[in-house]
Every structure is written in structure tokens, then in C-alpha cells.
């Protein structure tokens, strides 16, 4: 079973059988003390397709000797820190890359539960090919997965039990993806409170929190609109629904993709009504999470121009995310001892 650990929680920071002291510290051979490395932690981000970013953050980083010492991920941050923990980060790199449009849209089975639009059984599948079996408690590298209770909305952290039901729990977008029950209680994406899990890498034990934040763009920057004229061009929303009148036959016949596209001045369907309202929720809850509890360096990846379904670019994605992390790295480095530097 799962140990649900909210934010409320005493969390020693001891888990396990990891050790938490800090690394780092030590004599050089010449006898002089080492420089003190602080306990990393990197928090992944939610942000839908555009998590896919935090692979290139990870590459990058390590090729530049910096390895997080706690990973804590929300939605598919969890899916790639969870991943990664587990050793799996090729495996999950080489399953985005070989996603195709109509690949991302063929493994959307749809939900006839009434709880959500998709069931997520082939996700479900993928990601029990790579991790099926794996207690979070086991991995080598201390990792949380964040999601929120249905009916409290309280924040849960996952930290024990099986990695590929934490992972989906974070994951389970309202509305969208079906919620995951763990004991009596059923989960949801973990965005809805804490969309850039820093608090969780602090209660880990992380000294140094690295913020990987992929909605960082001008999509839901704050703004008031000036009142705009009552006559509005009627738009006939319901009349030209993609489901309206076809329901079963047009599933089957393609236009589940269409449900979740929208072309600049379309009116909005369900999905993407929804869709974007969760967006914009995000991300003021993103601004009051960060300006509580700032992260002490952020990685903010420039993705304008890639939809938060835009699984199939995951090329485009990762590279946006090495740079992201390339811009970062001076920054970072005035904190941290630089790799192989002496004292």
C-alpha cells in the first residue's frame, strides 16, 4: 500500500535506508576540505505534452555533472522524474520520440465509465512495460509523486508503494484521464495544488531546489481585457460540435483528435474548455506556490509555439529543454561547487 504524506505531515527526510547526509563533504588528497556540496533536489514541473522538455533539462544537467540527490514531479513531471529514479529515463526518451500524431491519438481509448473522456488503459500498459513492479521506496534515488484527493482537494505525496500507480495518480487530468483509486481515496493531477513540486523536494531534504517550470510563456500571463461589445457574433458552438448528432460513428471515424485541437476563433468544445480552463488555474496557482516557497534556480523552457497535446514533438521538445537548462547553468554554478573545481 501507499504512504500518503501531505505537506502537514512530520517528514524526517530519512527513507528507505538512503542516507541523507549531504554529499560532497570530505578531504581532498592533499588534505585540504573538500567543497561542500549542497543536497540537490529538481523539481519537475506539470505542463502536458511539454514535460517532455524535462528529458533535455536531464541530459543536460548531467552532462555538466550535476545529478540530483531527490526528484519530486507532478503529472508528467512525475512520469519523467519517476522515470528517471528508476533508471528508466532511455527507455521513456525512446518511447516520446517515437511518438507520431496519430500514434498519441490511437493510445487516447476512450472512457465509457462516465468519469472521465479517456480510460487510459494503453497508457496504463506503456508505462507498466517500463516500471511495472517497481516500489518508489526501492529506487535509488529518494522521489515523490504529487497529486490532489478527490473531494478534499488536499495534497497528496506519494512516496511508497507501486511507481506506476503514483505516476498515474499525478497524471489523472480531471475530466480527461479516469481518477486513480489508492485505498479509499481517489486521486487526480497533482497540478491542481502544486503544479512545481518545490515544497516536496525541501521536505525531502534537498539544500538547493532546481524548479524545471514548462508553462513558463505568454499563454496565461496576467491581463484584463476591456469590456468588449455585448453584440458578439454568434458562434453556433452547439450546432458545430465535432461530437454533435454522431456521436459513436464519429469516434470510430477520427474526430477524437479534432476534440482537442482548436484553431485560432474557434469557439471551444468540452475538452478544450476544459483544457484550458485547468491551464489557466495552473498557473495561478504556479505564481502563488513559487512566490511562497521560490525555488533557488529556475529553468524556464520558451515553448510559445507547442500545445499542451503536442506529444509528437518530442524532438523539438527535448532540445528546447537542453537549452533551457544550458541558460541556466551559469546561475546554478554561482551556487554549487562546479564539478572537478578545487577549493
Known amino acids: 500500500m501507499f504512504s500518503l504524506m501531505r505537506k502537514s505531515f512530520d517528514m524526517s527526510g530519512e527513507r528507505g535506508g538512503v542516507s541523507v547526509s549531504p554529499p560532497g563533504e570530505g578531504q581532498r588528497a592533499d588534505g585540504a576540505r573538500a567543497p561542500r556540496r549542497p543536497r540537490i533536489g529538481l523539481a519537475l514541473g506539470a505542463g502536458a505534452a511539454r514535460g517532455w522538455t524535462h528529458i533535455g533539462v536531464l541530459r543536460e544537467l548531467a552532462d555538466n555533472g550535476i545529478k540530483p540527490d531527490v526528484i519530486a514531479g507532478t503529472s508528467i513531471g512525475a512520469i519523467v522524474g519517476g522515470c528517471y529514479a528508476a533508471g528508466r529515463l532511455d527507455a521513456v526518451e525512446a518511447f516520446a520520440r517515437s511518438l507520431t500524431k496519430r500514434r498519441v491519438f490511437a493510445m487516447m481509448d476512450l472512457s465509457f465509465s462516465g468519469m472521465s473522456l479517456i480510460s487510459g488503459d494503453r497508457l496504463k500498459s506503456a508505462l507498466e512495460k517500463e516500471v511495472n513492479g517497481i516500489q518508489i521506496e526501492d529506487l535509488p534515488i529518494p522521489f515523490a509523486a504529487v497529486a490532489t484527493e478527490v473531494g ?42 502544486n503544479p512545481v513540486p518545490v515544497t516536496v523536494c525541501r521536505a525531502l531534504g534537498a539544500e538547493f531546489v532546481i524548479a524545471v517550470n514548462v508553462t513558463a510563456d505568454t499563454m496565461y500571463r496576467s491581463a484584463v481585457i476591456p469590456n468588449q461589445s455585448a453584440a458578439a457574433t454568434p458562434t453556433d458552438a452547439g450546432s458545430k460540435g465535432p461530437f454533435a448528432g454522431r456521436v459513436g460513428a464519429a469516434l470510430e471515424g477520427g474526430l477524437l483528435p479534432r476534440y482537442f485541437e482548436r484553431r485560432s476563433g474557434d469557439a471551444p468544445n468540452v475538452a478544450t474548455a476544459m483544457i484550458d480552463a485547468f491551464n489557466i488555474i495552473q498557473d495561478r496557482i504556479l505564481r502563488s506556490r513559487l512566490a511562497g516557497d521560490p525555488p533557488d534556480a529556475t529553468i524556464h523552457a520558451r515553448l510559445e509555439e507547442i500545445g499542451m497535446f503536442d506529444f509528437h514533438k518530442a524532438e523539438q521538445l527535448i532540445a528546447a529543454g537542453r537549452e533551457a537548462a544550458k541558460r541556466a547553468l551559469p546561475n546554478i554554478f554561482t551556487h554549487i561547487p562546479v564539478p572537478g573545481a578545487s577549493a
Request: hydrophobic share 45%; aromatic share 12%.
Open 152 to 193: 478534499t482537494g488536499h495534497e497528496v505525496w506519494l512516496q511508497r508503494g507501486p511507481l506506476d500507480l503514483a505516476i498515474r495518480a499525478s497524471y489523472a487530468l480531471p475530466g480527461i484521464f479516469e481518477p486513480v483509486r489508492i485505498g479509499d481515496r481517489y486521486l487526480f493531477d497533482g497540478a491542481l495544488v
